[in-house]
């Protein structure tokens, strides 16, 4: 036996496992911050798209019949095209035989460029009222509109009715799309066009604030003289018909290459333009319009004063011009954007894609789950199904201990009411809490004989295990943490299955003994359904990935055999586990051996446990990557063990946060109704299995009432652990075996303990 003892008046140096606990501490933080970040970009994206995509609130139609009282009347009786100047509102009308083509809704990645070849091949300029989402989404088709010599406005970014908006919104709407406008073609524009508008009569004392405030702030806003009505698809007659102007008048004519199926537009926008030209007709840009009315208008003025004021003329055209070029901030910030959109076009289909495959998935696996954990449940439970002799011959329960004076009076406590034969080993690994005398001093209080402790320096739990296997007096080693509690049946159960030769390691039943608090409860689902269910399912493939350390019992020359518990992961019952497999030992899974642990009681602690069980499964998945091409049982685990784990406990689980984002996205900017009824379908197969779990394992069905909670906050924080381990595994980081706080609460069961 060794025993450590710190020197009198002396400060106690950090122990082994404490300086390890603190450099991990210090490595992890930007783990953590870089795994948030992933999180964060994936959730940026989503709402990218979904921005894109949907109108978000406030899309409220402004209604007939609303008041112009507030309307100048020279603006309701005036011509589509409204600017001010110098505080002033003024109409331009379109002048006779004059078509000013203008084309709403666009982008489309159909549509608009076939409306782009038509101009290209008549000659005609046309000018687009483009929508900002559109435009982030197909900049390359906007490059093309301008190059060719088209005028753009703007459509707002998500099309919505800016009359009930308030100013932010409506300022954000602009300045969006002509970001967009800037990424994709290097322009910002003057033009503007709102959603649902019409011909200048139909302002009213809602709109006309809007158009006001942005007439001061430069915007030209565009009406409609004559409306092909196009979106309602009467037929390509009815649309040449229907945007003629009546006689010789001039009109600013509303197409449309987008918002809809636009085969008719497509199919009568030839034919229209022919019409016209019979007529007579001219065509220009809305921009042209005005920049025709001004020359009228300064004709005389040049013709007084010559070469100065010609030259002054032509500075005044080239400021009529709609389009500005995109220069400095602006220009970066729409990149930037248009950036940011390709990326969400790209991630958010390979997200859809993935969430099927994460979806069939998981499915599959509650299918499998069941399906086998039943034919488990049939045979383990068929009336002559034994092992094979009863095994009565003692055996050795490792109990390895760190700081564990809460809970290791209960876990001997327990112990001494087996019903089996056993030596008892209790290891402390160095602790600083009087572990080892409180071991001692309840043994003699419960006048326990058969109790051995062993103190060591601070060197981990895989040695404090091997210690205690080397230590050993029997051929069959049962392992338990210090702060599990047995039932008095729960050793002879454990070893039975030892009567076959073949088996080399047997994993118990764990189960969450403070189960009582809402974070335990949420344990219990977990322990229930993820690891009793699936361990029924290893069991029957004969590909057991891990004995859980709370309770498992193993030869104790096989594990000599194999090396003992290696210090190589931190996940050493994985490790061991699948060396045994690679041994030629048979793992199974008793579970009429139950063991109550004690779970973590806090969000930290519990982050802090599973961050290590999971990244400690990659490692010893890593470890024994070999078995993948290796011949006989070791192989059998590589090929169908080794496939399963990583499928089911790493590859769905960081890919299942899928199935939530796109829910959320759904709600908010597709269907609220149909994706709450497909998240509760989800929910609904999951209790089916959870059910079916409690009802195998003789549990209450009471504790599935904090199922649905369970589904919307622990369920995420998993993820959020395993997402985490992967960015630690990925970036070669280490951890060492870390100690969690322990309360003590769970004593010894009572019966079965429930």
């Known amino acids: 036996m ?35 970040l992933l999180l964060l970009g994936l959730t940026s994206v989503m709402l990218l798209d979904g921005y894109l995509r949907a109108e978000v609130g406030g899309d409220e139609r402004v209604r007939d019949g609303a ?25 331009t009308s ?117 158009y006001k405030t942005l007439g001061e702030e430069g915007y030209t806003s ?64 809305v921009s042209g319009v005005v920049e025709a009315q001004n020359a009228d208008a300064r004709i ?13 003329q032509n500075a005044a055209d080239r400021l009529q011009a709609a389009h500005r070029e995109a220069t400095g901030t602006t220009l970066y910030e729409g990149k930037a954007l248009v950036a940011a959109v390709a990326v969400a076009e790209y991630a958010v289909p390979t997200l859809s894609v993935g969430l099927v495959i994460v979806g069939v998935a998981v499915l599959g696996r509650f299918g499998m789950m069941l399906v086998l954990a039943r034919r488990h449940y049939g045979q383990r439970n068929r009336r002559r199904f034994c092992w094979g002799p009863v095994v009565t011959r003692p055996v050795s329960v490792i109990v390895p201990a760190y700081n564990e004076k809460e809970c290791i009076a209960n876990t001997l406590k327990s112990l001494a009411r087996s019903s089996h034969p056993i030596e008892i080993i209790v290891v402390d ?34 040695a404090a295990l091997n210690n205690g296997v080397r230590s050993a007096r029997h051929d069959i080693v049962v392992m338990m943490d210090g702060d599990t509690v047995f039932e008095p049946d729960t050793v002879r159960q454990l070893v039975q299955p030892f009567a076959d030769e073949e088996v080399g390691a047997v994993a118990g039943n764990a189960k969450v003994g403070n189960r009582n608090t809402v974070i335990g409860a949420w344990q219990h689902i977990e322990y229930v ?101 290796d011949r006989g049982p070791s192989g ?43 998240w509760l379908a989800v929910l609904g197969i999951q209790l089916v299995c959870a059910a079916y779990a409690f009802r195998l394992d003789r549990e209450k069905y009471r504790y599935l009432l904090m199922m649905p909670l369970q589904q919307l906050a622990y369920r995420q924080m998993m993820y959020l652990v395993l997402i985490h381990s992967c960015v630690t595994a990925l970036t070669g980081g280490r951890l060492r075996w870390q100690k969690l706080k322990r309360t003590g609460e769970v004593g010894t069961p009572a019966g079965v303990g429930r």
């Open 636 to 678: 059998r685990f590589g090929r169908v063990g080794m496939p399963l784990v990583v499928i089911f406990q790493i590859v769905t689980p960081v890919f299942a946060p899928l199935i939530d984002v796109f829910t959320a996205y759904s709600m908010i900017f597709v269907d609220f109704r149909a994706a709450l009824y497909a």
């Open 222 to 285: 565009v009406f409609v003289d004559t409306d092909s009505d196009d979106w309602k698809k009467p037929g390509v007659s009815k649309i040449v018909q229907w945007a003629t102007p009546s006689g010789t008048s001039g009109a600013a004519v509303l197409m449309h290459d987008a918002g809809g199926d636009r085969e008719q537009t497509i199919e009568a926008l030839p034919r229209y333009i022919e019409k016209m030209r019979a007529k007579g007709y001219t065509f220009t840009t």
């Open 94 to 210: 379109v002048p006779a035989k004059t078509i000013a083509l203008t084309f709403d809704d666009g982008p489309n990645p159909t549509y608009t460029p076939q409306v782009l070849k038509i101009l290209e091949k008549y000659d005609v300029p046309a000018t687009f009222f483009v929508v900002g989402s559109m435009v982030s989404r197909y900049p390359e088709i906007v490059k093309d509109m301008v190059d060719q010599g088209n005028e753009v406005g703007i459509h707002t970014f998500t099309h919505v009715d800016l009359s009930y908006q308030s100013d932010a919104r409506v300022r954000r709407e602009m300045t969006q799309t002509q970001l967009a406008l800037a990424g994709a073609a290097g322009i910002t524009t003057t033009l503007f066009r709102a959603p649902y508008s019409s011909e200048t009569d139909a302002i009213d004392n809602y709109s006309w604030p809007v």
């Open 429 to 462: 690994d160095g602790s600083t809490d009087g572990t080892s005398e409180i071991a001692r001093e309840a043994a003699r209080r419960l006048g326990m004989t058969n109790v051995r402790v062993i103190r060591q320096e601070n060197a981990g739990k895989p």
């Open 300 to 312: 005389p003025a040049a013709d007084r004063t010559g070469g100065q004021n010609a030259a002054d």
């Open 67 to 91: 008041s112009s009282s507030k309307v100048p009347e020279k603006i309701l009786d005036g011509g589509p095209i409204l600017s001010f100047r110098g505080g002033r509102a003024t109409t």
């Open 529 to 629: 359904m993820g690891f009793n269910l699936d361990r029924r399912m290893y069991d029957l493939l004969r590909c057991m990935p891990t004995i859980p350390g709370a309770i498992g019992a193993f030869r104790r020359d096989a594990v000599l055999q194999v090396g003992g518990m290696s210090e190589d992961t931190l996940a050493e019952d994985t490790d061991i586990t699948i060396a045994m497999h690679r041994a030629g030992w048979r793992v199974v899974y008793q579970e009429h051996a139950r063991a109550w642990t004690e779970a973590p009681g806090s969000l930290k602690q519990l982050w802090s446990q599973r961050y290590r069980w999971s990244y400690g499964t990659m490692q010893a998945l890593w470890k024994h990557r070999k078995s993948l091409t």
């Open 2 to 36: 060794t025993t450590t003892t710190p020197s009198r008046g002396r400060r106690r140096a950090p122990t082994r496992m404490e300086r390890a606990a603190g450099r991990a501490a210090a490595l992890q933080k930007p783990r953590v911050i870089l795994a948030l």
